[in-house]
């Protein structure tokens, strides 16, 4: 039972390069999150989708896209990278949104991606 | 934008002492967690609180559910070095909505 994991690590792009962030988690949760982390900052929600077949944006969506390829999957898109979203991406997933201990969310290890 | 502000904003104290940190907002929250992200990897959850007076323990920590809903705290008691880390709050105002994190207290400890 590996929970929420990410793909890659890390990652390096060069200003307007594409690239997608993937995310898998194995507890069968309903909703999944992906965030930024940036120094000082905490973290920031970029989209969530509260279930399969729902993706809706968080605090900071632009420049970003999501899909939720099935139960276990969602991904998050770079359609044109630039130095402005160099941070460290989380993907979160929890048993549902309806409140309670069953919205707590789980975290991956993390993305490191620098954009040159 | 970021509505938690946690402090202090970091923390060096010497192994066998006692860590306070908290969280304050000024809007209400109806759920508060706490977090611990260790270098390299993802936040871990800690506490979770759900009852404005809660106070629950989880080993060395205790966290506390404010009465007024504004606000949280985390003690540690009797810190050992493997508890260095980034402690977020993160507060969730009513079932369904997101998570509102806190900028985070970055704890060291001196063996």
């Known amino acids: 039972n590996a929970g929420v994991t990410q793909t890659p690590k890390f990652q390096v792009l060069k200003t307007g390069q594409s690239m997608t962030l993937q995310c898998a988690q194995d507890?069968?949760?309903?909703?999944m999150y992906w965030y930024r982390q940036d120094p000082g900052m905490g973290l920031r929600l970029i989209y969530y989708s509260a279930s399969e077949g729902t993706t809706d944006k968080g605090e900071v969506p632009n420049g970003y896209n999501v899909s939720r390829l099935n139960k276990r999957e969602f991904s998050l898109r770079l359609e044109s990278a630039a130095p402005s979203q160099t941070s460290v991406y989380f993907c979160?997933?929890?048993?549902?949104?309806?409140?309670?201990?069953?919205?707590?969310?789980?975290f991956g290890p993390g993305t490191r991606l620098t954009v040159l | 934008g970021q509505q938690l502000n946690q402090s202090p904003q970091s923390m060096f104290i010497q192994e066998g002492e006692d860590v306070s940190m908290n969280c304050t907002s000024s809007s209400i929250f109806n759920t508060w967690l706490w977090y611990k992200q260790e270098p390299g990897e993802g936040p871990v959850l800690l506490i979770a609180?759900?009852?404005?007076?809660e106070l629950t323990s989880n080993g060395r920590l205790t966290a506390q559910f404010g009465i007024t809903r504004k606000d949280s705290f985390l003690n540690i008691s009797a810190s050992i070095p493997s508890d260095v880390g980034i402690y977020f709050c993160a507060g969730q105002k009513n079932a369904g909505n997101m998570l509102t994190f806190g900028g985070g207290t970055r704890l060291m400890v001196k063996p």
């Open positions: 979160a997933s929890s048993e549902t949104l309806t409140g309670g201990f069953s919205d707590t969310q789980y």
């Open positions: 507890m069968n949760h309903n909703s």
């Open positions: 609180l759900y009852k404005a007076g």
